[in-house]
């Protein structure tokens, strides 16, 4: 599609963005998307996050959701999708259990800073070695990540998934507490 309408809207943040995260919502062609989704994938890459390291985030319904997942495909990570009620309690249980490598999240989300919020988990889970952020005020500790569509030199090519291996961690409630699903790349396509 990016070669084909590289101009055509690709995603377009809910008109609430303002007042859920503080940013202004916004728009994104294939052609910005996919630049975005390169930028932040080769940051994950420099940071030293090898191909198959899982990366958990904790975001809004917003562009930032959409390309950190993409960009993390596209590095060979594993997302671990994070509800956004999750607290610290929950989101460090969820971090040690699946042993993820980084979070990223956002600074707020409403009323609530899930910059610190994110930082503190981060903090009591013993395999995270990297806090990705999007947002004004970003606490100290957490490495900003913005969405760019211009400027870049170059193209990540995405990383060649072996489609048995999970590509998503997604979590359900028993009764003995949550535990983490993962999903292979051929599950999703036939979800």
Do not use: Y
């Given at each position: 599609t990016v070669?084909?309408?590289p101009d055509a809207i690709a995603l377009i943040d809910p008109p609430n963005k303002q007042r859920v995260t503080g940013d202004t919502p916004r728009q994104l062609t294939f052609a910005q998307a996919d630049q975005a989704i390169?930028?932040?994938a080769a940051r994950f890459v420099e940071a030293g996050l090898p191909?198959?390291?899982i990366i958990a985030?904790?975001?809004?319904?917003t562009i930032e959701f959409v390309v950190t997942?993409?960009?993390a495909l596209r590095a060979g990570l594993v997302v671990a999708l994070l509800p956004q009620l999750w607290?610290?309690?929950?989101l460090t249980l969820a971090l040690n259990r699946v042993g993820a490598r980084a979070i990223a999240g956002v600074s707020r989300i409403e009323i609530v800073d899930h910059g610190e919020l994110t930082l503190h988990a981060a903090a009591e889970a013993f395999s995270i070695r990297q806090v990705f952020g999007f947002g004004n005020d970003l606490p100290e500790g957490m490495t900003p990540l913005e969405?760019?569509?211009s400027g870049m030199n170059g193209w990540l090519s995405p990383a060649l998934p072996d489609a048995r291996r999970p590509a998503i961690i997604s979590f359900d409630v028993t009764p003995d507490g949550f535990r983490a699903i993962p999903r292979n790349h051929l599950q999703l396509i036939s979800g």
């Amino acid at each position: 599609t990016v070669l084909r309408q590289p101009d055509a809207i690709a995603l377009i943040d809910p008109p609430n963005k303002q007042r859920v995260t503080g940013d202004t919502p916004r728009q994104l062609t294939f052609a910005q998307a996919d630049q975005a989704i390169s930028g932040i994938a080769a940051r994950f890459v420099e940071a030293g996050l090898p191909p198959g390291s899982i990366i958990a985030v904790q975001m809004p319904n917003t562009i930032e959701f959409v390309v950190t997942v993409m960009a993390a495909l596209r590095a060979g990570l594993v997302v671990a999708l994070l509800p956004q009620l999750w607290r610290q309690s929950e989101l460090t249980l969820a971090l040690n259990r699946v042993g993820a490598r980084a979070i990223a999240g956002v600074s707020r989300i409403e009323i609530v800073d899930h910059g610190e919020l994110t930082l503190h988990a981060a903090a009591e889970a013993f395999s995270i070695r990297q806090v990705f952020g999007f947002g004004n005020d970003l606490p100290e500790g957490m490495t900003p990540l913005e969405i760019a569509t211009s400027g870049m030199n170059g193209w990540l090519s995405p990383a060649l998934p072996d489609a048995r291996r999970p590509a998503i961690i997604s979590f359900d409630v028993t009764p003995d507490g949550f535990r983490a699903i993962p999903r292979n790349h051929l599950q999703l396509i036939s979800g």
